[in-house]
């Protein structure tokens, strides 16, 4: 029997050119975010850290969005300011007194300041003397950053408390994506090297079906940290009922570390599987002000981070390649295990 010679038939060159259409439509398996930008080395949502981690190779690149008093959106972690700028030297007299469990903290809220008051602050030397003068970006600058290099992954802050206050995040957030052709005229989030462009995520359920309703075709996470939130929601039941307004959860390591079959169930249910946060054990506590029984939590989760990049790596590569998660979250992108 005669067989054509693949190495000069037109099905070897269908053949080679369908692999090479395959290989740059399917994306690496798990997919890098990096938090807050490469927040280990640099001062986190500033320039610095969104360009250092692209350069580090990023899939997305996270920003957590709060809106500014004349409504613009802000790249910060925290939904006050104290933390990682000069605020309290600039406008000492701009607090709002919170009490809880019988504290009292003062606490400078993005809300009641306009973009070019918080312009004024230095967003770097908190991190490092030498990084003085860098700036609180908004989330138009990241923008301008990270598209066609990277995807971006916004975590809604506090969305509950500001519209309590009449702030609409969820539609801030929907206005942006539009503004920027980050989602096409129907709603549908854009493609950028295989996968969506932008994936949204919240703590809050409430805020997570509105943005359901907002923007059913984007991606988006239910972040979980909390002993009820598992109690509620990771059990095979109740992932389906969670998958009728979320694409997605994104526990802790924690809650990870203690249930690994809660990825396997949820993929079952449809879902995708995005942990937080891989990182460096840090020196000292990153929140000095938070409430006692806070405090305790987030020192016993940095009792059991890694102290050395090699045991980063490691602890990363399990979760991609035994407990086979969709993507995670890391500080530190250049120690991202590549497949």
């Not at 549908?188 to 090297?193: A, H, P, S």
């Not at 995520?201 to 909390?226: H, I, N, T, W, Y």
Request: hydrophobic residues 40%.
């Amino acid at each position: 029997m005669h067989f054509p010679n693949p190495h000069s038939s037109s099905l070897f060159l269908l053949g080679l050119t369908l692999g090479s259409l395959f290989l740059q439509a399917a994306p690496p398996a798990t997919y890098l975010i990096a938090h807050r930008g490469a927040s280990a080395y640099v001062p986190e949502h500033t320039v610095e850290a969104y360009r250092l981690a692209i350069q580090q190779g990023a899939d997305y690149v996270e920003q957590d969005l709060s809106l500014s008093k004349d409504g613009v959106l802000i790249c910060s972690h925290d939904p006050s300011l104290e933390r990682v700028t000069n605020v309290e030297e600039l406008f000492p007299d701009r607090f709002t007194n919170v009490t809880r469990n019988g504290k009292t903290t003062k606490h400078w809220y993005i809300e009641d300041f306009t973009v070019a008051e918080i312009k004024q602050l230095d967003a770097g030397s908190w991190f490092d003397p030498k990084y003085k003068g860098l700036k609180v970006l908004t989330f138009d600058e990241a923008v301008a950053i990270v598209k066609g290099k990277a995807g971006f992954f916004p975590e809604l802050k506090n969305p509950g408390r500001l519209l309590e206050k009449g702030i609409d995040l969820e539609k801030a957030v929907a206005d942006a994506l539009k503004k920027h052709d980050l989602i096409d005229a129907n709603g549908q989030v854009r493609m950028f090297k295989g996968r969506p462009v932008v994936h949204l995520q919240v703590f809050e359920e409430d805020s997570l079906r509105r943005l359901a309703k907002l923007l059913p075709g984007v991606p988006r996470s239910f972040l979980m940290g909390s002993e009820a939130q598992v109690n509620r929601w990771l059990t095979p039941e109740n992932l389906k009922e969670l998958k009728t307004f979320a694409t997605g959860i994104a526990p802790s390591t924690m809650i990870v570390d203690r249930k690994p079959e809660i990825v396997a169930q949820a993929h079952e249910a449809g879902l995708s599987v995005v942990p937080y946060t891989f990182l460096l054990r840090p020196a000292k506590t990153q929140y000095p002000n938070l409430p006692i029984e806070m405090q305790k939590q987030i020192e016993r989760m940095y009792a059991a981070l890694p102290d050395k990049p090699a045991d980063l790596s490691a602890a990363m590569r399990k979760y991609v390649t035994e407990y086979h998660v969709d993507g995670l979250f890391t500080d530190n992108p250049d120690l991202f295990p590549r497949q």
